[in-house]
């Protein structure tokens, strides 16, 4: 079956930029979305169609594909982006999700 | 707004059978599927399956064929999921999500499903 692979956390600090990998065969020739999960809530769709972000998404997060991974990139980040992160595609029939990222802000 | 609104927590015993309503409003119903999602404590999003609200089809993965049931009632926009044969690691919050052109636009507070003897 297939699997998306995602480091279990990454550390930012206030204002840099954060980078969220998400590795699977052939990705690249995917569409990927991702997903934003603050504790106790629903997830919250961030990115959809590689990097198409849907409104009311702030400009700071933006995406990218190519090759084996997926990129989600929050530039500028604040302390309201900390949360986990789960990327997604689709293959042979079936939706797949990331094994997911906690991204905290130091 | 668009919202999806599921039924309450549920605790069952192993071997028993649980099922979860949606109820979608504020768009066309008929226009979306649903698909489901859950989280156990502490893990990642696990797809369940998805049904069309428009003519009842269905696709279930197949680790789950054969043990979950998904069904649409348009006359209350309502979607339902039945899981069959619970076992303990089936303990979860159970999510039903918007689905259109493979992505998950709108999802539903979460059901908490407890398995335990």
């Known amino acids: 079956s297939y699997e998306l692979t995602q480091p279990p956390s990454v550390s930012v600090s206030p204002g840099q930029t954060a980078s969220i990998t998400c590795s699977g065969e052939?990705?690249?020739?995917?569409?990927v979305c991702w997903y934003q999960q603050k504790p106790g809530q629903s997830p919250v769709l961030v990115i959809h169609?590689?990097?198409q972000r849907p409104s009311g998404i702030p400009e700071r997060f933006s995406g990218s594909n190519s090759g084996n991974t997926a990129t989600l990139t929050i530039s500028g980040t604040q302390a309201m982006d900390e949360a986990d992160y789960y990327c997604?595609?689709?293959?042979?029939?079936?939706?797949?999700f990331g094994t997911g990222t906690e991204v905290t802000v130091l | 707004q668009v919202q999806l609104v599921q039924s309450g927590a549920e605790v069952k015993k192993p071997g028993a059978s649980v099922k979860v309503s949606c109820k979608a409003s504020?768009?066309?119903?008929?226009?979306?599927?649903i698909s489901w999602v859950r989280q156990a404590p502490g893990q990642g999003l696990e797809w369940l399956g998805w049904?069309?609200?428009?003519?009842?089809?269905?696709d279930y993965p197949q680790k789950f064929q054969g043990r979950v049931t998904m069904t649409t009632d348009t006359s209350t926009a309502t979607t339902y999921m039945e899981l069959r044969n619970l076992k303990s690691d089936d303990t979860a919050v159970y999510y039903c999500?918007?689905?259109?052109?493979?992505?998950?636009?709108?999802w539903g507070q979460g059901t908490l499903v407890t398995v335990s003897s």
């Open positions: 999500a918007r689905e259109h052109t493979s992505l998950f636009d709108y």
């Open positions: 504020g768009y066309t119903y008929t226009t979306y599927g």
């Open positions: 049904i069309s609200t428009d003519n009842g089809n269905t």
């Open positions: 052939k990705l690249g020739e995917k569409y």
């Open positions: 169609q590689d990097n």
């Open positions: 997604q595609a689709w293959d042979s029939s079936t939706y797949v």
